[in-house]
Nanobody, 121 residues
Framework: QVQLLESGGGLVQAGGSLRLSCAAS????????MGWFRQAPGKEREFVAA????????YYADSVKGRFTISRDNAKNTVYLQMNILKPNDTAVYYC??????????????WGQGTQVTVSS
């Protein structure tokens, strides 16, 4: 079993930045592909960004491209999401996910509990 723990969420003004972290622990025999998703109240969970197990390939939703950057440190079993130029509609609970393949759909094997990001106007 793999456990994922997100951190770094909070309240920020529009135009500001936050950096989310997701630390993996448990039965990790090799790096997993990792993804970030978000879910706003009353909306479905949506894809934000994903990164391959090596970190060599990254994928972004159009809504965050150019503002968000996903990265990883396999030595620390941690993936990051640097979020810049935040907008009020970025407000959501952000979840990290892990699995054997990079996916832009919420079909990963493991999920964290989520961290709240609130962007005020």
């Amino acid at each position: 079993q793999v456990q994922l723990l997100e951190s770094g969420g909070g309240l920020v003004q529009a135009g500001g930045s936050l950096r989310l972290s997701c630390a993996a622990s448990g039965r990790i025999f090799r790096p997993y592909a990792m993804g970030w998703f978000r879910q706003a109240p009353g909306k479905e969970r949506e894809f934000v960004a994903a990164i391959s197990s090596s970190g060599g390939s990254t994928y972004y939703a159009d809504s965050v491209k150019g503002r968000f950057t996903i990265s990883r440190d396999n030595a620390k079993n941690t993936v990051y999401l640097q979020m810049n130029i935040l907008k009020p509609n970025d407000t959501a609970v952000y979840y990290c996910a892990a699995g054997p393949r990079v996916l832009t759909t919420p079909n990963y094997d493991y999920w964290g509990q989520g961290t709240q990001v609130t962007v005020s106007s």
